[in-house]
């Protein structure tokens, strides 16, 4: 079974024991995909050791896990339909406001080979130039979000949709408030909390307040997905400090979590960053912060070059996009200003497939990075523009 050959879902399948699913609760599995890395975003193997020991990349590891999590929940739930029509069914569902991230792929293709390449594409863009860094906090660490919204589908198909958006905006909201709450913030913080309130002004609201984000996380996998993510963001330094584990001990009692399990979050991390310091890339990264935005810029300046011709054609057709790029290298932008061209960017980039990273959860962090870059790798046409805003 070769993850990355076609038909690798089916013999993967019938390697799976649905007695062996049966016999671990939802607490265990979980647990385990946390030792497996899923959780983290770096997968250092396989969950539950399905499948035999084999030479893997990360992304197999990654696609596999994905995969066997959809499965454990949908034979938990024991639902009628066929499962891979179901997941097929449930990607559909979420997919309207990404619709350029998998237009390409649904039609008429057999199941089993369209699910392939629904989860390749989830976890894999254009040949991997996504960054282990930038993958690990703002892709892949995300990836649970798939599962409990499929989780969510199979008990109720009626507002999956909204249900993963107001999920997701949660996370946002509870991982920048640990941050926040920081009264000394390293480097890596300041960039971070930027990164989130620049990323956050393209939404037609502001993200939830904390209070009304906690309001949304009700199921117990989600309770404890959440702990986890705010154990990652408050990890960036690389210890888990007084003010983060204080903030901990108000999302368990608002989450009306026992303490051992806060405990628990916390030994997990340590003991697999620990583990696994020379398998997990960001982990050997000296300055986080740094790196974070180095592979960051890369990123946006690939895509901008290798999309150059199609975003000047898109762009000349929006004066008032051309205007305020223009006008972002020599002064600051008002919020409304922001809100304007972040809101007219993204209309464009989803009419570009290639700019689909946008429609992944954190793909809006590499938003404002474009409103920078733009101007830099495109200078004629904005030198056009900038003209003929003075005659």
Same mark, same amino acid.
């Given at each position: ?21 049966? &016999?671990? %609760?939802?607490? *265990? =599995? ?18 539950? $050791?399905?499948? #035999?020991?084999?030479? =893997? ?15 454990? +929940?949908?034979?938990? &739930?024991?639902? %009628? ?12 569902? +979420? ?20 699910? @392939?390449? /629904? ?40 507002? /999956? ?10 996370? *946002? ?6 941050? $926040? ?15 989130? &309130?620049?990323?956050?002004?393209? #939404? ?14 009700? @199921? ?28 901990? +001990? ?58 150059? #011709? ?59 990075? =474009? /409103?920078?870059?733009?101007? #830099? ?6 030198? *056009? ?7």
């Amino acid at each position: 079974m070769n993850p990355s050959a076609n038909g690798w879902i089916k013999k993967l399948l019938n390697q799976v024991s649905e007695t062996k699913y049966s &016999e671990t %609760d939802n607490n *265990e =599995f979980y647990n385990r995909l946390k030792q497996a890395g899923f959780i983290y975003g770096s997968n250092i193997k396989v969950v539950l $050791d399905i499948v #035999k020991p084999f030479d =893997f990349t990360e992304e197999e590891r990654c696609k596999i896990n994905l995969l066997l999590s959809f499965y454990f +929940i949908y034979i938990k &739930e024991n639902p %009628d339909n066929d499962f891979i029509e179901s997941l097929i069914l449930y990607y559909k569902t +979420i997919s309207d406001q990404k619709r350029s991230f998998f237009e390409e792929l649904f039609g008429n293709k057999k199941s089993d080979y369209l699910l @392939e390449q /629904v989860i390749h594409k989830r976890i894999h863009i254009d040949d991997n130039f996504i960054s282990k860094s930038f993958n690990y906090f703002l892709i892949n660490a995300l990836l649970f979000v798939d599962i409990l919204g499929y989780h969510r589908f199979l008990k109720n198909e009626k507002g /999956v949709k909204s249900y993963v958006t107001n999920l997701e905006s949660a996370l *946002e909201t509870i991982v920048f408030s640990v941050i $926040d709450n920081k009264s000394e913030k390293s480097e890596y913080d300041e960039n971070l909390i930027k990164l989130f &309130e620049s990323s956050i002004r393209h #939404k037609n609201s502001e993200l939830p307040t904390y209070e009304k984000a906690v309001s949304f996380i009700h @199921e117990p996998l989600e309770k404890l997905y959440v702990i986890d993510l705010v154990c990652m963001a408050s990890w960036t330094d690389k210890v888990i400090d007084m003010e983060e584990r204080e903030f901990l +001990i108000r999302l368990k009692d608002d989450l009306n979590l026992n303490s051992e399990i806060v405990a628990q979050s916390v030994n997990d991390i340590n003991l697999f960053y620990d583990e696994h310091k020379d398998e997990v890339a960001f982990l050997s990264s000296k300055n986080l912060a740094q790196s974070f935005y180095d592979n960051s810029s890369k990123i946006v300046s690939k895509l901008i070059t290798r999309n150059s #011709k199609r975003l000047i054609k898109e762009l000349s057709e929006s004066k008032e996009a051309m205007y305020l790029l223009a006008q972002s290298t020599t002064r600051t932008l008002t919020d409304e200003e922001q809100k304007k061209i972040q809101s007219q960017l993204m209309d464009i980039f989803k009419s570009i497939p290639s700019l689909a990273i946008f429609m992944l959860p954190g793909g809006m962090l590499l938003l404002p990075l =474009f /409103v920078k870059f733009i101007p #830099k790798l495109l200078p004629s046409a904005f030198d *056009e523009n900038r003209i003929e805003d003075k005659k």
